[in-house]
């Protein structure tokens, strides 16, 4: 099994502030990289795929980056709905997720 | 598109059983590949089970739910299933149906059901 460790557990940022989250895999996924937001009581949503890809109708604002077994998710400047829980996944082998981390507002 | 809602939650002893369902109201169901992920309360994601398009033919299953919990689809009802039998404790979650991209990459959710499992 591939361990996702995602750091920090909780990160506290200001509005219009860059958010940089951090997410490590135990072996190599290459790019087989996903990101997805979580919002209280709703469903967690594609942002990233592919490491870098967004997903549609995820605004460019949300980057992601790295391969093999780092990895980065960065909001440009976070607006008042970017406050959430994020996941980071991989899929190179049967899918894991890590453990999130949750940005708040400073 | 895919629009995803499930079904089929509720409270059940331990050792019991249930069936999630989930109804795809979108026009391409039989194209999608499925997943099942669930998350216990407070807690992280789990992938738990996959099934292919079309036939159905290939499933996998996470080593914690093997041998326990089902995963079936019937494309003519736009709906995907999953039986749950033996139902421990540790089962309990909200349990999400995902389509699939590329094998692995979750990228529509239903809303979940909550399922759980005490005496």
């Known amino acids: 099994e591939v361990v996702m460790t995602q750091s920090p557990a909780t990160l506290s940022v200001p509005p219009g502030e860059r958010a940089t989250l951090s997410c490590r895999a135990s072996?190599?996924?290459?790019?087989?990289l996903a990101w997805y937001q979580q919002k209280p009581g709703q469903a967690p949503r594609l942002l990233i795929y592919g490491a870098s890809t967004r997903a549609t109708g995820i605004p460019p604002r949300f980057s992601g980056s790295g391969s093999g077994t780092d990895f980065t998710l960065t909001i440009s400047s976070l607006q008042s709905e970017d406050f959430a829980l994020y996941y980071c996944q991989q899929y190179k082998n049967w899918p894991t997720f890590g453990q999130g981390t949750k940005v708040e507002i400073k | 598109e895919v629009q995803l809602v499930e079904s089929g939650g509720g409270l059940v002893q331990p050792g019991g059983s249930l069936r999630l369902s989930c109804a795809d109201s979108g026009v391409t169901f039989s194209s999608h590949e499925m997943s099942w992920v669930r998350q216990a309360p407070g807690r992280g994601l789990e992938w738990i089970s996959y099934i292919n398009n079309s036939s159905g033919s290939t499933t996998y299953y996470a080593d914690s739910v093997k041998g326990r919990f089902t995963i079936s689809r019937d494309n003519a009802k736009n709906s995907l299933y999953l039986q749950m039998n033996s139902l421990r404790a540790e089962d309990t979650a909200i349990y999400y149906c995902?389509?699939?991209?590329?094998?692995?990459?979750?990228?529509?959710w239903g809303r979940g059901a909550l399922v759980t499992v005490s005496s």
């Open positions: 995902a389509s699939v991209l590329e094998g692995g990459i979750f990228d529509s």
């Open positions: 072996h190599s996924v290459d790019t087989y």
